[in-house]
């Protein structure tokens, strides 16, 4: 009977919020917003192993928890390049193709694009954070804009620039690997 009361509870809950969600993103996502900023810091202090037995060394954490996402953040390995060709085959119906003009990136659109954005937060692989790249002169900007007009000109990223950190968020539901959200934080 308190199992049943509880799992009731918890739907309704879930409704509540669904319904706040929606009335949220029709308007300017501020709510959705605030909570999400305003919520406890949320970390993994233990990590269930394989074994059934609980870890809190960094390490053999890590270790865990590559073991479990593995075969999803490594579909291949990273010297096979995807295979646009299977992808057009499985999905090419769906693909709509159209012209796109191409204009140039300047070095003052980048700094308008930076001046837009929020000083706070982490930094990403690349270690720059946001309050830095603000300072950055004109002559570094227009190096930046070259490199990503050599990007769409040829479609090639360098490999440094795609590397990601992926930190795992408990989702509230255990500690084994797989009750974490992968959150992936590119520069």
Known sequence: ????????????????????????????????????????????????????????????????????????????????????ERFAQRYGDLIKKAPMARTPITAEQLREVIRKK???????????????????PTSILKAFADLFNLIEETGQWPRQITTALVSLIPKGEGSAPLKHRPITVTS
């Not at 308007?27 to 917003?33: F, S």
């Not at 269930?48 to 609980?54: L, Q, T």
Request: proline share 4%.
């Open 1 to 84: 009977m308190l199992s049943e009361l509880l799992q009731y509870r918890k739907r309704m809950q879930t409704k509540a919020y669904e319904r706040s969600v929606r009335a949220d993103f029709g308007e300017e996502r501020k709510h959705i917003t605030a909570w999400v900023r305003d919520r406890p810091n949320q970390r993994t202090d233990v990590v269930e192993a394989a074994d059934g037995g609980v870890t809190a060394n960094l390490q053999e954490m890590d270790k865990v928890m590559r073991n479990a996402w593995s075969g999803v953040f490594c579909a291949r390995t990273p010297e096979e390049e995807p295979q646009y």
């Open 118 to 136: 929020p000083e706070k937060g982490a930094c990403g692989v690349d270690g720059w954070r946001m309050s830095e790249l603000k300072r950055l």
